[in-house]
């Protein structure tokens, strides 16, 4: 969680942070399942750079508690909303949810690995929630590779717990990230995760899934592994021991 926050607040001071709708998409699925929901007016600018800082400390405090403070039976109930696509019985389904750039999220690893499992003859599907700057790399990538079989942009979805439900793993390969959301999300949802080495990734190692280096064979080897046998998560996510833990932390900053 402080590499979450450290993160998060880097972002909102960043260049690519340059207006409020730009912030809102970046938190808006952790604000659905958040106790307390702050708009984009609990920011200002601040000089002539556009810094953006928390309006003042009861604002500040809020913000943290709604990155952090779960409301889990609220994702679950997002989850259960009907959507047309349907789960692919004997076929393994991996999702990625994210923002499509490159530089940081490497989505480009997932289509050399989708390229490698199909030539080797394994049954999978791929979904991809999101959109970005290079959507249409992607998407001309998957073509070239006749991948579109096997991996479906589905675009921005305000809502995307109900394609957690219809997945068997969540996919992160990413080459960094501050807290991943996707790890909490996936937690909640009981949904395994095969995961690069970013922030926090020891909470997943061993007990929510399988973790990877930054190399196309290692997630090779671990999408192939998770398709053969698949993984059993060993231990249950406590959605009310993490907020009581994430309270005690805020209230010994404040």
């Keep these: 969680p402080d590499n979450y926050l450290n993160g998060a607040m880097e972002f909102l001071n960043s260049k690519e942070c340059v207006d409020e709708e730009l912030m809102e998409q970046q938190f808006i699925r952790v604000m659905r399942y958040s106790r307390i929901i702050m708009g984009k007016y609990a920011f200002r600018k601040l000089g002539e750079n556009g810094m953006r800082r928390p309006i003042n400390k009861a604002i500040y405090e809020a913000w943290c508690r709604s990155m952090?403070?779960?409301?889990?039976?609220?994702?679950?109930?997002?989850?259960?909303?009907?959507?047309?696509?349907?789960?692919?019985?004997?076929?393994?389904?991996?999702?990625?949810?994210?923002?499509?750039?490159?530089?940081?999220?490497?989505?480009?690893?997932?289509?050399?690995?989708?390229?490698?499992?199909?030539?080797?003859?394994?049954?999978?599907?791929?979904?991809?929630?999101?959109?970005?700057?290079?959507?249409?790399?992607?998407?001309?990538?998957?073509?070239?590779?006749?991948?579109?079989?096997?991996?479906?942009?589905?675009?921005?979805?305000?809502?995307?717990y109900p394609y957690f439900k219809i997945s068997d793993c969540v996919i992160l390969t990413s080459d960094y990230e501050g807290y991943p959301v996707v790890f909490l999300e996936s937690f909640i949802l009981n949904k395994p995760i095969i995961t690069t080495k970013v922030s926090d990734y020891e909470q997943v190692e061993g007990k929510y899934g399988y973790v990877t280096d930054k190399s196309i064979e290692d997630i090779y080897e671990k999408m192939k592994l998770f398709i053969e046998k698949g993984f059993d998560i060993k231990q249950e996510f406590d959605a009310n021991q993490y907020n009581s833990e994430i309270i005690k932390k805020l209230e010994r900053i404040f």
Excluded: C
């Design 68 to 160: 952090f403070v779960l409301n889990d039976s609220e994702l679950k109930k997002l989850a259960e909303e009907k959507v047309n696509e349907k789960k692919d019985e004997g076929i393994t389904t991996f999702i990625n949810v994210g923002r499509h750039d490159e530089k940081q999220k490497k989505l480009t690893r997932i289509i050399e690995v989708a390229k490698r499992l199909k030539m080797n003859g394994y049954r999978f599907k791929m979904l991809w929630i999101g959109d970005g700057p290079d959507s249409n790399f992607y998407k001309e990538e998957i073509r070239k590779n006749k991948l579109q079989e096997n991996i479906e942009l589905l675009g921005r979805k305000q809502n995307p």
